[in-house]
């Protein structure tokens, strides 16, 4: 397995603690963009860019986690994803998410992570399009690989508190090869039965873990209430924007 590079500023007794963590190069993009190769021209502008030009927001994606999605309304149309992410503040994470976490992932969409203080802040109608981490957290459905345990843990109990806005943008789950149709929105799991068991397990056994035994470990993490308003779907109401090329999972 490759090292990717990984920073996590970690809190422990008071003290910010960088940890270097390796993690990913493990899990293939789930389609090929159409294409010629890259010319040698192209290889140049590429090597070029990356030796001159500064990247400080992709700097700042020093935080990878691995978990799942559903397209808001279609349960049954799950998949995994990689979110590489840049923690803003106390109160803010932003991610974007990949279908893979090898040099061809396909960039599948966007999350933005809020605090339980900032949700409640919304408006209803804006809630309804947010997700919880409750379950994706005590499960040991949502992990942070490479890291050690006892700084993954201390970023869960963080996590556990927050609710996610997240969209897809390429559906390289329908092996679409390019991003076809519009944004989709997608959710998270709520309760055990409902992720494809198959799907988890084809996780843990390309990152060497074991999500059941993590949701052990986690026993310990106190589980907060779901905040109203979150989760929309599990009340029946389902909002989804309407895609008018049928491209996309349509509810």
């Not at 990247?55 to 808001?72: K, Q, T």
């Not at 599948?108 to 997700?131: C, R, T």
């Amino acid at each position: 397995m490759t090292c990717t590079k990984a920073v996590f500023p970690i809190l422990f007794a008071g003290f910010i603690t960088l940890l270097t963590a390796c993690a990913g190069d493990n899990s293939d993009s789930n389609v090929v963009a159409p294409g010629d190769i890259k010319s040698p021209a192209t290889q140049s502008l590429d090597a070029g860019a990356a030796l001159l030009q500064s990247r400080p927001p992709i700097d700042a994606l020093n935080a990878y986690l691995d978990g799942f999605h559903f397209y808001n309304g279609h349960m049954d149309a799950q998949m995994e994803a990689h979110h590489y992410c840049a923690i803003l503040n106390e109160e803010v994470i932003q991610c974007v998410i990949y279908d893979g976490n090898r040099k061809d992932a396909k960039l599948m969409g966007v999350e933005y992570i809020i605090s339980e203080q900032l949700f409640a802040g919304l408006p209803k109608a804006e809630q309804a399009l947010w997700h919880s981490h409750v379950h994706e957290v005590k499960s040991g459905q949502l992990v942070a690989p490479g890291i050690p345990k006892v700084a993954e843990h201390a970023l869960m109990e963080k996590l556990v508190h927050t609710y996610g806005k997240t969209w897809h943008t390429w559906h390289t789950d329908l092996n679409k090869d390019l991003p076809l149709g519009v944004p989709q929105l997608m959710m998270g799991f709520t309760a055990d039965g409902q992720a494809d068991p198959q799907m988890v397990a084809d996780r843990d056994r390309r990152f060497r873990l074991d999500s059941a035994q993590k949701k052990k470990a986690r026993a310990d993490i106190p589980t907060p209430v779901v905040a109203p308003g979150a989760d929309a779907w599990s009340q029946g109401e389902v909002f989804q924007i309407v895609d008018p090329t049928n491209t996309a999972h349509q509810h």
